[in-house]
T-cell receptor, first 117, second 117 residues
Framework: AQKITQTQPGMFVQEKEAVTLDCTYD???????LFWYKQPSSGEMIFLIY??????QNATEGRYSLNFQKARKSANLVISASQLGDSAMYFCAMREGPGTGGFKTIFGAGTRLFVKA | DTGVSQDPRHKITKRGQNVTFRCDPISEHNRLYWYRQTLGQGPEFLTY????????KSRLLSDRFSAERPKGSFSTLEIQRTEQGDSAMYLC???????????????FGAGSRLTVL
């Protein structure tokens, strides 16, 4: 069964330092997509970054990069130069592919990131 | 475009009553998703539509839940005979997808918070 695992309920990082949020996934599909979303205390989910299963290079979007290790089924998010505004919940998500017959996106339990001044 | 709109933002109801939530997606998006999120957890998939067709419904979803998307535009999620365990944030998201490939990035609404007394 498709599953997303985020093993870090909470993480602390010093402002201006880098932090890695862990994500592992399980799927029988060959074609799938991996995402990270941010949910600030205001509640609205914000898309951060996407990695396709056939993409050979790791995705980057500004200060966000996705460390994709396909053989290990991991898709860790790296935030460089952390800012106070990065304090939020972060969710790893996976979009299923045609092999499973559907295209829903499933989410992990999330990691709460606290950025310290 | 004003993004994904959800109404009402908050709903308090008594156990046993029926409630209905409405979602207006981004107009050009063909897919619409409903998720449920409880405090400190990731969004749990409920159902999704491609245009007006409901393509998948979570097997965990009670028969008390029903969703519609007439004419492939707005969607409604109805919960009949509400229970205290239905208290949660109900999130709607939409995406534009033209086939089996592509990111299918979800754009979320602000959510509808349900409290069942």
């Amino acid at each position: 069964a498709q599953k997303i695992t985020q093993t870090q309920p909470g993480m602390f990082v010093q402002e201006k330092e880098a932090v890695t949020l862990d994500c592992t996934y399980d799927t029988s599909d060959q074609s799938y997509g991996l995402f990270w979303y941010k949910q600030p205390s205001s509640g609205e989910m914000i898309f951060l970054i996407y990695q396709g299963s056939y993409d050979e290079q790791n995705a980057t979007e500004g200060r966000y990069s996705l460390n994709f290790q396909k053989a290990r089924k991991s898709a860790n998010l790296v935030i460089s130069a952390s800012q106070l505004g990065d304090s939020a919940m972060y969710f790893c998500a996976m979009r299923e592919g045609p092999g499973t017959g559907g295209f829903k996106t499933i989410f992990g339990a999330g990691t709460r990131l606290f950025v310290k001044a | 475009d004003t993004g994904v709109s959800q109404d009402p933002r908050h709903k308090i109801t008594k156990r046993g009553q029926n409630v209905t939530f409405r979602c207006d997606p981004i107009s050009e998006h063909n897919r619409l998703y409903w998720y449920r999120q409880t405090l400190g957890q990731g969004p749990e998939f409920l159902t999704y539509f491609q245009n007006e067709a409901q393509l998948e419904k979570s097997r965990l979803l009670s028969d008390r839940f029903s969703a519609e998307r007439p004419k492939g535009s707005f969607s409604t999620l109805e919960i009949q005979r509400t229970e205290q365990g239905d208290s949660a944030m109900y999130l709607c998201a939409s995406s534009l997808s033209t086939g089996f490939s592509g990111a299918n990035v979800l754009t979320f609404g602000a959510g509808s918070r349900l409290t069942v007394l």
